[in-house]
């Protein structure tokens, strides 16, 4: 059963060293013309401590909700272990009641998308919902991959959901597609061994040309809207390459936010950061967000009143 939400804040964490790529990539500069990012950023910290520096940041900005969260949804690919999961150790690590219902989804791109459609499953009986997304893609990334390392930057965002109600899911559509895994990967090495993330560029780039748009106007017509009745179409923040096309294909939308220049790619946090500059309208605003890419996959949902 699907209930009325609000999303009251969002709070993002970059990697603290900022990589320029002009100056510290000086052969792939040229890149940048197809990427649009100019900066990335790297830490030397887990993912798991980007998430809990994350959750904080949000805790310390709203001191009730320490004490009010029913659950937490942590989205990474990059766990510090097997086991136990990231969302019991952040659980601990902030001090958050035992009472709470906390689980993992191992996902990328996608991920936080996922999250808050199931957090919208789940509001009417947690209260408050946060959602903690977390990926240090650099730390798996090869010296001189072109694909990658001029791409990925690490960083964590902490998204509180509450059963205000305020918005709802109009509609939402999911597409899984493993044959493509082998497009964006990194496989568990052997022992001894090191493994890097793998990334053909060439194909996730068709991957979103043809799947995205489709699942963009599935999901509208489920909604029946078209794009001018959307007030902000928040897309992962792949490249901008893959930006530009979407926004080329869809004319429509009033808003197309972009800030990837001097963030990069963050992965599961790519849209939560950019949904961050806009977190005191959205709750009186349609929206379309759309994450895509590893798995392969694509998730994305209709936000309205």
């Known amino acids: 059963m699907r209930s009325r939400f609000a999303i009251e804040d969002m709070q993002y964490v970059l990697g603290e060293n900022s990589v320029p790529i002009r100056s510290t990539f ?57 086991l136990p999961s990231g969302a019991c150790l952040l659980q601990s690590r902030s001090s958050i009641a035992n009472s709470v219902m906390a689980f993992d989804i191992g996902q990328g791109c996608s991920g936080f998308v996922q999250a808050l459609s199931i957090a919208s499953k789940m509001i009417a009986e947690f209260r408050n919902v946060v959602i903690v997304c977390s990926d240090t893609y650099r730390a798996k990334i090869e010296v001189g991959d072109r694909s990658t390392s001029v791409v990925f930057s690490d960083a964590a965002s902490a998204t509180w959901i509450s059963s205000r109600e305020m918005l709802r899911v ?27 993330i ?75 950061i950019l949904m961050s500059e806009y977190k005191t309208v959205i709750n009186e605003s349609k929206s379309v967000l759309s994450g895509f890419g590893v798995g392969l996959s694509t998730a994305t949902i209709v936000l309205g009143q």
Not at 50 to 71: D, F, M, Q, T
Not at 215 to 232: F, G, N, Q, R, V
């Open 170 to 196: 109009v509609a939402e559509t999911h597409y899984s597609d493993g044959s493509g895994g082998k497009f964006l990967q990194q496989v568990v090495p052997a022992a001894g061994e090191v493994s890097f």
């Open 198 to 272: 793998k990334m053909s560029g060439a194909d996730v780039l068709l991957f979103t040309r043809r799947i995205v748009p489709h699942e963009i106007e599935m999901a509208l017509s489920k909604a029946s809207l078209h794009p001018e009745d959307i007030d902000y179409c928040f897309l992962h923040q792949a490249s901008k390459l893959v930006l530009d096309g979407l926004i080329e294909r869809f004319p429509g939308f009033k808003s197309i936010p972009v800030n990837i220049e001097n963030l990069g790619n963050t992965v599961s946090s790519s849209i939560p």
């Open 26 to 82: 000086p052969e792939y500069s040229k890149v940048i013309e197809k990427t649009g990012i100019e900066v990335v950023h790297e830490t030397s910290k887990s993912a798991l401590d980007l998430a809990h520096e994350a959750l904080e940041k949000l805790l310390n900005s709203n001191p009730e909700l320490r004490s009010e969260i029913g659950c937490i949804i942590y989205v990474s690919q990059s766990p510090v272990n097997f």
